[in-house]
């Protein structure tokens, strides 16, 4: 019987952002990056215009991964977050269940804001929304000019969530909320409105914990398996 992991990406990013996670993984896990469109892997691919359409890819690249047999978790970060939890909600009724379904670095559903106003900020008012949304040191210059790269995709992202219309379904999967202790989310009890079965790991970090806590992070899912 197979173990996967299969990871969906945060807005703006790529599942690259999971590669050191392998590391730590025990050997028998598989990580299987659920890559975005227009990012990272698929860089040559056109991006979404509808949270629906990013979802139902998803679910197409998913569906050519698994097996029945397979044991497996399913983790998103941030938007991926969002992602993974409608992607579970798909897939339960295809009677197919994922041992856990870990949604790290997000507020739940229903509680995000109105993205209008920040998709159209500034590239320097862009940047320094996502340092102080996510609880992030100042960036250097260089730090500033390399992520104005990824300002088209974030921006094309913040469009896609801002014509996410939540799900208010209960997952019967249990569910593990992965938060930073310097991030500035608000709702994370929220989430108990989203699963049957709920619990909560806070690790040392900004948004972006999963960066500094690798090893840890991986330690949580290796027990998840056993």
């Known amino acids: 019987m197979a173990k996967k992991v299969y990871c969906i990406p945060y807005a703006g990013g790529s599942t690259l952002f999971y590669s050191k996670l392998y590391h730590y993984l025990a050997k028998d896990i ?24 990013a979802l139902m890819d998803l679910h197409d690249h998913f569906l050519k991964n698994h097996q029945p047999n397979d044991s497996f978790i ?6 991926g977050a969002l992602l993974a939890y409608e992607l579970t909600r798909i897939i339960e009724k295809q009677e197919i269940f994922p041992t856990t379904l870990i949604c790290a670095a997000s507020d739940p559903p ?15 008012q862009m940047i320094d929304y996502y340092i ?23 921006r094309n992202d913040l469009n896609m969530l801002g014509n996410y219309r939540p799900s208010k379904t209960k997952l019967s999967t249990p569910m593990s909320i992965y938060s930073g202790k310097a991030d500035h989310l608000k709702e994370l009890p929220g989430w108990t409105n989203y699963g049957e079965k709920i619990s909560y790991i806070t690790f040392e970090g900004n948004h972006y914990f999963l960066k500094t806590n690798y090893q840890h992070v991986a330690n949580e899912i290796n027990k998840l398996f056993c």
């Open 74 to 79: 399913i983790l998103g970060y941030s938007m």
């Open 110 to 124: 229903g509680t995000l804001r109105d993205f209008s106003s920040v998709s159209s900020l500034t590239d320097e």
């Open 30 to 53: 598989e990580l299987v990056p659920l890559e975005l469109s227009g990012r990272g892997l698929r860089m040559e691919e056109p991006l979404y215009e509808e949270f629906q359409e």
């Open 132 to 154: 102080n949304a996510g609880g992030m040191e100042e960036l250097t210059v260089d730090e500033r000019e390399l992520m104005k790269c990824f300002l088209p995709i974030i």
